[in-house]
């Protein structure tokens, strides 16, 4: 018999109970023995709970029962997360775990407890919920120097940024959508902000460039300045915006890594990627691109990834095949300094306009766009860097073109 | 030190030499030790080989050396290399493998002897090429029920019918095409007829459902009847055109599955996928829907999925992990009993036409296409089994319409 204990029922910590409850059979031909929730921990009431006779509230409990060989941490946060994560491996107990948050921040000292204590702490459903993602790459892509990663990594911003492009809705609409279909939350701030796609890139560039990367270190942009003119001049260069945390190595051997809007080719398999959806592209140097996709969020998806992590570490023996990175100054690069095309969005679709911003810009690329009203142009820059363009379009707008919008292109 | 015996020295083979070589240091970290390619066995000469010193014309040379822990068979087909790998289990050796065929027809005895021998039998490359997909359903979705499986397995024919789609090219002209740049063989009777595909998605479904799914137990259509027309059509009702293998649990607990072209609706993931790219939608019970995609074939995208086993093989110990299926009675429902919609196309765009269609069919939804010749016409039918449909067809050309084809919608 094997005993799992799961702290914090909510969304996946319930998700994570029926799916262990409602395929014992299964679970029980995976790991070799029969798989059982012994305890939910929570400190609020479940009344009428078909599983309430294993809740207790006191974490305790499970810290001191021999028979738990593995504890999901499905709280969340960074504090009693955190508390409880050091304890139960302290505990010799295994902690598989879906909080982004603490494995952003914390994953390279919980990796050395687990291993002081010869247990495993693992983390797949921390990104894109119920796709694999962290043990492909760190497996089945092995072979491979892995040069960049690329992916659309936050569920709810794609919802909104699909609605825009697909409904035509400004961003206030495709949010207030969003929240009423329980996509986004009252306070929508970490993900249209881009920090909880921040944390999950700080995951994968960990995971594949072996140094562990923190979300301070990441140059941040949300979708909250994205407006329909934007989405109308993206069709007509054939792209979509879309946010994508993004992680590259660059010649100098450090990384490239930002999250930020982009304007993808529809010719680029992200593109495609629609409403809740997530997807993650990989690049190796031997198999070229691979790309992940499915729910990235969700009860029974993220579950499912969670569940998949308890089986490995109730059948693992003997094995050391730890998926990890270690702690090391920086390898995160002056992303300033990183070149890019940018789409100028600017006042006035007119020749005196586009003359000004050839003069500066050096050669540029009027997007034609009869959808959009006379009182938009947008024109693509050659690559240069973030602090040539920030510097040129003040420039620009000394000129008298006032500058609405700039994105950078994939 | 590790030793890796190569059989076969072709494109897989070499690939596989030149990514162990020149990522010596990146296995070592990855294994715990260094590893090296100790043999490389082919009974052909290579002149001037940069690895000339480590071939031998004699696999015995592989079977009694102790030092050999892992064999990569990289013949293909299934005379020598099930005579190499059988031996090589016997041997006490590991065996990876990119070599479908061989899976296809002998997974479950070479599971059997790799088992009795305390070592391994490993074939991540052999579906879809670098892309990971066999681990990832087996432990990634091990929390899942797999109900379907739906991919576009053969690079050869998607690149065909991408041209015959977005260049308008006819079948033999992007057939020609594909083969002058390398996509498709002198005979490409085994790509463009299914028999490629049909392998791959009987490995899925072998792997997915638990028991052996042989390929004769499937039913096979190619791509040589599919016309620009078809592709015309289906553009107008907002599909395109894939060679799909198929394999779906079925309410009677059997499977439907199928190597066949479909329309698959272009908010669909895999109709976006292009050119020589393979995708693999597999729908879990908890996860819904994921899609892995990649470069299905190519020397070093196929390399780095076998070498991604042959550290698995290396850094084993102990572990039970085994990816496998067993024998059984057969688990293939009858095909032509599952229900359908169908695109049919018939000679002439006739009211009269679709008038002695809907007679017969009952409700029909007529595709308008005026990019298409008068001399076409295409309806879509209501859900129906393949003999139904088949029959009707008999009557419809009985009443003087003449049916040019018919192809499943997804």
Same mark, same amino acid.
């Given at each position: 018999m094997a005993a799992v204990a799961v702290v914090g029922y909510g969304t996946v910590g319930s998700g994570v109970v029926e799916i262990i409850e409602t395929h014992r059979e299964m679970l029980q031909k995976k790991t070799g023995k029969p798989v059982y929730v012994k305890y939910i921990v929570d400190i609020r009431d479940f009344e009428? #709970?078909?599983? %309430? #006779?294993? *809740? !207790?509230? #006191?974490?305790s409990v499970v810290e001191n029962?021999?028979?738990?060989e593995t504890v999901v941490e499905? *709280?969340?946060?960074?504090?009693v997360a955190y508390e409880f994560t050091r304890r139960a491996l302290a505990a010799g107990k295994n902690v598989v775990t879906s909080n982004k948050e603490l494995v952003a921040y914390h994953a390279v000292e919980l990796f050395e407890l687990a291993k002081a204590n010869n247990v495993r702490y693992m983390f797949e +459903?921390?990104? %894109?919920?119920? *796709?694999?993602v962290i043990r492909p790459m760190s497996?089945? =892509?092995?072979a491979n120097e892995i040069t960049e990663i690329c992916g659309i990594l936050n569920g709810t911003t794609n919802y909104i940024l699909t609605r825009m492009i697909? +409904?035509?809705?400004s961003f206030d609409a495709a949010l207030k959508e969003a929240q009423a279909l329980g996509y +986004?939350?009252? #306070?929508p701030a970490a993900d249209i902000l881009g920090h909880d796609a921040c944390r999950k890139i700080c995951i994968l560039a960990s995971l594949a460039f072996g140094t562990q990367v923190l979300p301070e270190e990441v140059k941040i942009e949300g979708i909250?300045?994205?407006a329909p003119e934007d989405i109308a001049f993206a069709a007509a260069k054939d792209c979509r915006i879309k946010l994508l945390g993004r992680a590259k190595k660059l010649e100098n051997g450090k990384i490239y890594i930002s999250v930020s809007p982009f304007l993808i080719p529809?010719?680029?398999? =992200?593109?495609?990627?629609? %409403?809740v959806f997530n997807g993650v592209m990989v690049h190796g140097d031997s198999v070229d691109d691979c790309m992940f996709y499915g729910r990235g969020a969700g009860k029974l998806p993220t579950a499912s990834a969670v569940v998949a992590d308890v089986i490995d570490t109730l059948r693992?023996?003997?094995?050391?095949r730890r998926i990890e990175w270690t702690a090391g100054d @920086?390898? !995160?690069?002056?992303?300033?300094?990183v070149a890019h095309r940018y789409m100028v969005r600017v006042n006035g679709n007119t020749d005196a306009a586009y003359a000004a911003a050839e003069k500066l810009f050096g050669e540029i690329e009027v997007i034609p766009c009869?959808?959009? @009203?006379?009182f938009d142009g947008a024109f693509i820059t050659a690559e240069m860097a973030e602090e040539k363009l920030l510097d040129t379009v003040e420039k620009l707008t000394a000129a008298g073109v006032e500058v609405k919008n700039q994105l950078m292109l994939m």
């Amino acid at each position: 018999m094997a005993a799992v204990a799961v702290v914090g029922y909510g969304t996946v910590g319930s998700g994570v109970v029926e799916i262990i409850e409602t395929h014992r059979e299964m679970l029980q031909k995976k790991t070799g023995k029969p798989v059982y929730v012994k305890y939910i921990v929570d400190i609020r009431d479940f009344e009428n #709970d078909p599983y %309430g #006779d294993k *809740i !207790v509230k #006191d974490f305790s409990v499970v810290e001191n029962d021999p028979e738990v060989e593995t504890v999901v941490e499905a *709280i969340g946060g960074r504090r009693v997360a955190y508390e409880f994560t050091r304890r139960a491996l302290a505990a010799g107990k295994n902690v598989v775990t879906s909080n982004k948050e603490l494995v952003a921040y914390h994953a390279v000292e919980l990796f050395e407890l687990a291993k002081a204590n010869n247990v495993r702490y693992m983390f797949e +459903a921390s990104v %894109g919920g119920g *796709i694999p993602v962290i043990r492909p790459m760190s497996q089945c =892509l092995a072979a491979n120097e892995i040069t960049e990663i690329c992916g659309i990594l936050n569920g709810t911003t794609n919802y909104i940024l699909t609605r825009m492009i697909t +409904a035509s809705l400004s961003f206030d609409a495709a949010l207030k959508e969003a929240q009423a279909l329980g996509y +986004a939350e009252a #306070d929508p701030a970490a993900d249209i902000l881009g920090h909880d796609a921040c944390r999950k890139i700080c995951i994968l560039a960990s995971l594949a460039f072996g140094t562990q990367v923190l979300p301070e270190e990441v140059k941040i942009e949300g979708i909250t300045n994205i407006a329909p003119e934007d989405i109308a001049f993206a069709a007509a260069k054939d792209c979509r915006i879309k946010l994508l945390g993004r992680a590259k190595k660059l010649e100098n051997g450090k990384i490239y890594i930002s999250v930020s809007p982009f304007l993808i080719p529809t010719s680029c398999p =992200l593109s495609t990627i629609d %409403g809740v959806f997530n997807g993650v592209m990989v690049h190796g140097d031997s198999v070229d691109d691979c790309m992940f996709y499915g729910r990235g969020a969700g009860k029974l998806p993220t579950a499912s990834a969670v569940v998949a992590d308890v089986i490995d570490t109730l059948r693992t023996c003997g094995d050391d095949r730890r998926i990890e990175w270690t702690a090391g100054d @920086s390898i !995160v690069s002056d992303c300033r300094k990183v070149a890019h095309r940018y789409m100028v969005r600017v006042n006035g679709n007119t020749d005196a306009a586009y003359a000004a911003a050839e003069k500066l810009f050096g050669e540029i690329e009027v997007i034609p766009c009869s959808s959009v @009203s006379i009182f938009d142009g947008a024109f693509i820059t050659a690559e240069m860097a973030e602090e040539k363009l920030l510097d040129t379009v003040e420039k620009l707008t000394a000129a008298g073109v006032e500058v609405k919008n700039q994105l950078m292109l994939m």
